[in-house]
């Protein structure tokens, strides 16, 4: 994960990012986003960060198809560089909203995603920057829960259910 986030902050880099704003969509981007921001700092950025909370699932494992917004970023976004982090790019709806909300706002977005689960689009977006392809597996770890539990883990792991759950 590590070496792919350095990876990911050379590539947004060459963007040559002007008044750059990272975006991270909590709750399951807070990790990546952290270690994604050092990262950009070795690279000689210096980005402001603010935060949207945006949820599809709340307690569930399945999306609920309605993106809502639970916290939305403080700074004006228009005229600005954005990086908006994601944790999982799944069915794209999440991080389709809020693409589409801070570029009315004026801002130019780009999406940077941890993880992307191809084939499982709902809405048509793909990430400008993917970490990682993931098999179609419910994962928790590095930021990312089932139902609140197992954001602290410091890796990617898979939740297993028993046969027919």
Known sequence: IAKRNTELAKAI??????D?????????????????????????????VEFM?????????????????LKDVE???RDRDVILIDDILESGRTIAFA?????ARGARVLTCCLLEKPGKRAVSIEADFVGFSCPDL?????????AHSYRQLPYIGVVETEAGE
């Open 13 to 18: 880099a060459d963007t040559h990012p002007k």
């Open 20 to 48: 750059l704003l990272v975006v991270a969509i909590l709750k399951g981007s807070f990790m990546f986003a952290a270690d994604l921001m050092r990262a950009l700092h070795h690279e000689g950025l210096m980005p402001q």
């Open 53 to 69: 909370h945006l949820s599809s699932y709340r307690d569930a494992t399945v999306s609920s198809g309605q993106v809502v917004i």
């Open 75 to 77: 700074s004006d976004v």
């Open 99 to 103: 693409k589409d909300l801070l570029a």
């Open 138 to 146: 419910f994962v928790v770890g590095y930021g990312m829960d089932v």
